[in-house]
């Protein structure tokens, strides 16, 4: 990489630690090729993004953000784990660090908050946006098709018993 490549990545990785929900960084010291892209593939599908950066140009783009407090966890061989809401990004990398014991995740940040391993893996078992969306409709639709049942329940018993009068005039 040359200067101006250098300047434009901590540019655009500075404006992508701001925008994130949540970093995740941790140790990548053995993974293999296709390792690596099945992480950045399952990361990807869920929204999230998984960069390799070097640590110098990593903690130059953390300044002046809410996360750069993070920087000393920046030692060794990193990744960074990013994504727009604070659930994905800590959830796909704990759930790949289950399967891979190569990737040990060092901590990461919540805005301003800092997070430890533990803080990380207590938010991965957090449902995601999408899961709460679902869940939250489904309670509110319940309501309202059981207030449909009860208002429409009247109507049905009065139906029956027309039809039932009305079959027991025609017997007669």
Known sequence: MDKAE???????????????????VA???GLTVADMSTLRASMKEAGGTVKVAKNRLAKLALQGTDVEHISDLFQGQTLIAYSPDAVTAPKIAV????????????????????????????????????????????????????????INAPAGQLARVFGAYGQKDEAA
């Open 6 to 24: 250098k300047s434009e990545f901590v540019a655009s990785m500075n404006t992508e630690f701001q925008e994130s929900g949540a970093v995740v």
């Open 27 to 29: 140790h990548y010291t």
């Open 95 to 150: 759930e790949f660090a289950k399967i891979n014991e190569k990737l040990v995740i060092l901590g990461g940040a919540m805005g301003a908050i800092n997070l430890d391993v533990n803080a990380v893996k207590s938010l991965a078992a957090l449902p995601s946006l999408d899961e709460l969306r679902g869940r939250l409709v489904g309670m509110i639709s319940t309501p309202a098709s059981r207030i449909a049942q009860v």
